[in-house]
């Protein structure tokens, strides 16, 4: 099955610094990655769709200047938490859809951010 | 009230028993996702139905698009299939496409 390759899978950082989050479909072709917010015992909460070439779309209430995603390629898609702050410690997740109308979604397998 | 609703959101089984998991929603959707999420975080798509039934395994989902509902079964539980399942749906937004999550169903399942 296609494989969503997530990285890293924790971190801990300082308040202040910025931390990186990688996607990566490692064989497929994902024209659209979405990137989700969990906290304990909740559900995914999307923090925005990106597609590749092109500027993603935030969800409301999520700041674009703070978490910044890049979608340069059809493997690779990033999420930058920057100015990173206590509050912004949680599970980010990332899931990958292939081109076509109704395809399965892949989740990797999530980054645990603490900041300290 | 939330676009996509599961019950129950916990439940305890004993090994062997019979499961339903149910999730209705409330918007107009092209697909419907169950979703399995273990206690390490990793997430499975476990099926996408856009109508009837799909079986895989142990595990069988139908969707009532009529009715907005879906039901997620698991015949002959087993302590492995412990987990969060999630209810996801596609919905359509001007013109492109969302997923809107149900809160999840935390199933535990005794040996």
């Known amino acids: 099955g296609a494989v969503v390759s997530q990285h890293p899978s924790w971190v801990i950082c300082k308040s202040g610094t910025s931390v990186k989050i990688e996607c990566r479909s490692l064989?497929?072709?994902?024209?659209?990655m979405f990137w989700y917010r969990q906290f304990p015992k909740q559900s995914l909460m999307l923090m925005a769709t990106?597609?590749?070439?092109?500027?993603?779309?935030?969800e409301q209430g999520v700041e674009k200047d703070k978490f910044l995603i890049n979608h340069a390629s059809l493997t690779l898609s990033t999420l930058t938490v920057t100015s990173a702050h206590p509050e912004d410690s949680s599970f980010y997740i990332c899931?990958?859809?292939?081109?076509?109308?109704?395809?399965?979604?892949?989740f990797g397998n999530g980054t645990r951010l603490t900041v300290t | 009230k939330n676009e996509v609703e599961q019950s129950p959101q916990n439940l305890t089984a004993q090994e062997g028993e019979f499961i339903t998991i149910n999730c209705s929603y409330s918007?107009?959707?092209?697909?419907l996702h169950w979703l399995q999420q273990h206690p390490g975080g990793g997430i499975v798509s476990l099926f996408m139905?856009?109508?009837g039934k799909k079986k895989h395994g142990r595990l069988i989902a139908t969707i009532n698009i009529q009715e907005k509902h879906s039901s997620l079964h698991i015949t002959a539980s087993h302590p492995r299939d412990s987990a969060v399942y999630i209810c996801?749906?596609?919905?359509?937004?001007?013109?492109?496409?969302?997923?809107?999550f149900g809160t999840g169903t935390r199933l535990k399942v005794l040996a």
């Open positions: 899931s990958g859809h292939r081109v076509g109308y109704n395809s399965p979604l892949h």
């Open positions: 918007v107009g959707i092209s697909a």
């Open positions: 064989d497929f072709q994902a024209t659209t």
């Open positions: 139905l856009s109508s």
């Open positions: 990106s597609n590749e070439g092109s500027k993603a779309t935030y």
């Open positions: 996801a749906v596609r919905g359509r937004t001007s013109g492109t496409y969302k997923y809107i």
